[in-house]
């Protein structure tokens, strides 16, 4: 059996953010394939606490990390505006790469990162997960086997949970569509993503972006604070099939439906339910119904493929990813979703961008 891939980490806490909850879970899962041995953050003091509180080594700052032969895979899972730099170090150094979606802070530096890796050589993933769901590979193995016979019309409606009227003080940068970290960005990103291996490409699209809100009110303090990140975001057109596309994402959650995706076809239709939009993190729900069913059923994955695997869909989800990862830097193979996807999916949303700004 091969030696376990050494992981360092760049923007790990012991006891928070989203790399704790989601990242070292997954890795913890798959033992065999990856060890959790190094930690660099933003301050000295902050890797220091973390190393200590998982025994792990720390340095003092990335670039130290990078260059360290004790480690071979980097992975980039702090804010968006410091992805072109701190993966840029990582890709330099000759080390293999998961950066947390999105890649970069727009197109532009999605663009650089994904030409550098190319040149470089190495295993760039960019953590679209959401794409690695058991849910989201049964619904496309659904789809190809023809059971809702030739595809029609897809709609997906979906609550972005942040970018309404309220924020913890830890969250306040997403309300800025200067941080890449938009709900158009984040959720949307992830869920199109899914949309993408599932059902192909995009074809014509018209787009509308609208805020309710021009503050936002920070929990902590009561403040309120100015929000340039819209909390209405609706897309209708066509996929590239010509079947009839439409997303609504809205900002906050609602007593309602806080996520729905339906897909419609000649001979079936499927539902996709979940209680948050974000595709990547939550448990997905799918049913569906054909010829003359007259009601939906559940049409879940063989649970077999939960086992060993951690309890949080999030954690789950990405311990997929990095289980995609191993057999790519193992085998030389490319099933983990890469940086020139991540490219792909990044001009999806800055044409959205283009398209909304038309609108207005």
């Given at each position: ?119 470089k050589g190495v295993v760039a993933v ?193 311990a997929r990813m990095y289980a995609r ?36």
């Open positions: 059996m091969p030696e376990p891939i050494k992981v360092g980490f760049i923007g790990l806490n012991s006891d928070s953010n989203w790399a704790a909850t989601a990242h070292v879970p997954a890795l913890r899962s798959l033992k065999d394939d990856f060890e959790i041995v190094a930690v660099a953050n933003s301050t000295a003091e902050s890797g220091r606490r973390t190393a200590e509180a998982l025994g792990l080594t720390t340095f003092d700052t990335p670039a130290d990390m990078v260059r360290s032969d004790l480690v071979d895979l980097v992975v980039v899972t702090v804010k968006v505006p410091h992805h072109l730099e701190l993966v840029s170090l990582a890709l330099d150094a000759g080390k293999h790469v998961y950066c947390e979606w999105p890649l970069g802070n727009g197109l532009d530096e999605a663009r650089q990162l994904a030409a550098l890796a190319e040149a960019a953590g679209t997960q959401a794409r690695a769901a058991p849910e989201i590979e049964h619904l496309k193995s659904l789809i190809d086997g023809g059971y809702v016979g030739r595809v029609l019309s897809t709609s997906l409606i979906g609550s972005g949970g942040n970018w309404a009227d309220t924020t913890s003080e830890a969250l306040y940068y997403l309300f800025h569509k200067s941080n890449g970290g938009t709900m158009e960005d984040i959720p949307i990103g992830h869920t199109l993503a899914a949309v993408r291996d599932v059902l192909g490409d995009f074809g014509p699209l018209s787009a509308t972006k609208r805020s309710n809100f021009d503050t936002v009110t920070v929990t902590e303090s009561g403040e309120a604070r100015p929000k340039t990140a819209p909390d209405q975001v609706m897309v209708q057109g066509a996929m590239a099939s010509g079947a009839a596309f439409s997303l609504h994402y809205r900002g906050g959650t609602n007593r309602g439906t806080n996520f729905l995706w339906e897909i419609n076809g000649t001979e079936g239709d499927i539902q996709v339910t979940a209680g948050l939009g974000h595709a990547q993190m939550v448990q997905l729900t799918v049913r569906g119904a054909r010829g003359e069913e007259t009601g939906m059923t559940e049409m879940m994955p063989d649970p077999v493929v939960h086992e060993g695997l951690p309890e949080f869909p999030g954690a789950r989800n990405v990862m191993a057999q790519d830097i193992r085998t030389g193979s490319r099933t983990a979703p890469t940086f020139a996807e991540a490219v792909a999916l990044h001009e999806v949303l800055d044409r959205i961008e283009t398209l909304a700004a038309s609108d207005t």
